[in-house]
């Protein structure tokens, strides 16, 4: 990390904005079975406490903007933070989860014996789900999503502002695309990711190139995240996994 006396005589970046990826907290699906865009999907009691704990992670934070995905779960996880921000939510569509067509509401179980669940986890930039969305389509909408509003708060903000910072509440498949993009990671890698319910992801976009800041921050202590023996299978948990959290409710 730079001190004062390191940068003094290194002029202003310019150009620069800060995105704080957050994923929604835990629902009652999260984990055992594909949630998708079904609707009624809302944060369990755990969850509940994940974004209250999130909340006070985040206090003293100015966001320039609060977006969310429209669905309940990151809309409450959203207004937690809200509460405690200041900061107005705003739903941006184009963050919601990728719509898994035939696949939603179906156990992980059930699905890892489908044909198209290897090319979900080898080669995902080439799956489309039945009825659904491909995750290429997904990936090119989120961001799609964040260029728009990195030049939106950008404007807003002017020349001499402080680099805008700002929070985007999302889904575990839709913050993994985001973070490809973000390292220049082919989308059939994104699936090496682990985005854990209620983490935060920070990237920090300049004129020249993001930078990865955080990845999957939960604030829980190091023993707390590792993962289980189902976790270490070598397949991801498609729409993101449960995450360990061992503090409940």
Not at 14 to 38: C, E, I, K, N
Not at 40 to 67: C, F, K, W, Y
Not at 233 to 245: E, L, P, S
Request: charge should be negative; aromatic fraction near 4%; charged fraction near 20%.
């Amino acid at each position: 990390m730079a001190t004062p006396a390191d940068t003094k005589d290194t002029p202003p970046t310019s150009g620069a904005v800060t995105l704080l990826l957050v994923r929604h907290g835990m629902t009652d699906a999260t984990g055992p079975r594909l949630a998708g865009r079904a609707p009624g999907v809302h944060l369990n009691d755990n969850g509940r406490s994940q974004a209250e704990r999130l909340a006070d992670r985040l206090g003293g934070l100015a966001p320039a903007a609060l977006v969310s995905s429209p669905l309940e779960r990151c809309q409450e996880t959203a207004e937690t933070l809200s509460g405690r921000l200041g900061a107005p939510v705003t739903t941006d569509e184009r963050f919601v989860e990728c719509d898994y067509g035939s696949w939603t509401g179906r156990s992980l179980t059930d699905l890892a014996a489908e044909p198209l669940w290897r090319v979900v986890q080898d080669h995902p930039s080439a799956a489309r789900f039945p009825g659904g969305e491909a995750l290429a389509a997904a990936s090119a909408r989120a961001v799609e999503a964040v260029r728009d509003w990195n030049g939106l708060l950008l404007q807003r903000a002017g020349a001499d502002a402080p680099p805008p910072v700002y929070v985007v509440c999302s889904h575990g498949d839709v913050i993994k695309a985001i973070v490809a993009d973000a390292l220049g990671m082919h989308l059939d890698l994104f699936q090496r990711l682990r985005v854990d319910p209620c983490s935060v992801t920070s990237i920090t976009y300049t004129a020249t190139r993001p930078f990865l800041n955080k990845l999957n921050d939960t604030g829980e202590p190091l023993a707390g995240t590792l993962p289980t023996a189902a976790e270490t299978t070598g397949d991801a948990a498609v729409g993101g996994g449960a995450g360990q959290n061992p503090r409940t409710g």
